[in-house]
């Protein structure tokens, strides 16, 4: 009697076990899927991007479907970081789409017309999304290169950046980074009129703390406009200036 009952056990696991086996095969053939599941966040591309996308590069006769290629085409679109295609147990093709988040948004110079992440990657705006971020003045020294970090003055420029973002009061009134020839940087506030003379984009402890102390002790008692200029850059000193 357990004999009989083992057998018929082993009988039921093998039936499944092949029944998983055709499902699994039938379910990986590239020629067809069930549905089309899209995981993407709405910013540069939206899901209905995405299926317009694949309805195009997989016509209604496709008799087989390329994923690396699919993945590869997706690759191409400039705004699009990372991306995953593959087919469920169940014949379901599922399509992730990660997307670059910028930081910055480069409005003069060579690169105009580009943001920039938070590593350094640079990609051109889009008429789809717009987000609000920091601007900034680059000069024509910055080359084409796809990456900031590509030169330390890139890099340091990239900490800076990130540092503000970070920070809740300096990204609440910093709203464009000015860069000239030399490599000194300028400061537009956002509701005040003074240019807040920063330098090379090192000591950023030192020197944001001076920009604090400016606004929570010399702004009170001077009040918001009194000073043209505030000027950072060098080292234990804050030069406000009139003129």
């Known amino acids: 009697m357990i004999n009989k009952i ?121 008429s789809r999304y717009s987000k609000r971020v920091l601007l900034l003045h680059l000069n024509d020294e910055f080359s084409n290169d796809k990456k900031m970090i590509s030169s330390e003055f890139g890099k340091d420029l990239l900490e800076m950046i990130n540092y503000i973002n970070n920070d809740k009061f300096f990204s609440k009134i910093i709203s464009e980074i000015e860069i000239n020839s030399n490599k000194n940087i300028v400061i537009h506030p956002q509701f005040s009129k003074q240019k807040i003379i920063f330098g090379y984009p090192d000591d950023l402890e030192e020197k944001f703390e001076k920009i604090n102390l400016f ?23 804050i030069i406000c200036d009139k003129s």
């Not at 948004?105 to 580009?114: A, D, M, P, Q, T």
């Not at 002790?217 to 505030?230: D, E, F, L």
């Open 215 to 237: 606004y929570n002790k010399i702004v009170p008692a001077k009040g918001w406009n009194t000073y043209n200029t505030v000027n950072v850059k060098f080292k234990n000193q």
């Open 6 to 126: 083992k057998n018929g056990l082993l009988f039921i696991i093998l039936i499944v076990f092949v029944y998983s086996l055709v499902l699994l095969f039938k379910n990986n053939d590239s020629s067809s899927f069930n549905r089309l599941i899209i995981n993407v966040d709405s910013s540069f591309l939206d899901k209905t991007f995405i299926e317009n996308f694949v309805s195009k590069e997989i016509s209604s006769d496709s008799q087989n479907i390329n994923y690396n290629e699919l993945e590869n085409k997706f690759s191409s679109i400039s705004h699009v970081k990372g991306v995953a295609i593959y087919k469920d147990l169940i014949g379901n093709l599922n399509i992730g789409i990660s997307q670059y988040d910028p930081i910055a948004r480069i409005i003069s110079g060579k690169l105009s017309g580009n943001y920039i992440n938070n590593e350094g990657h640079i990609f051109p705006i889009s």
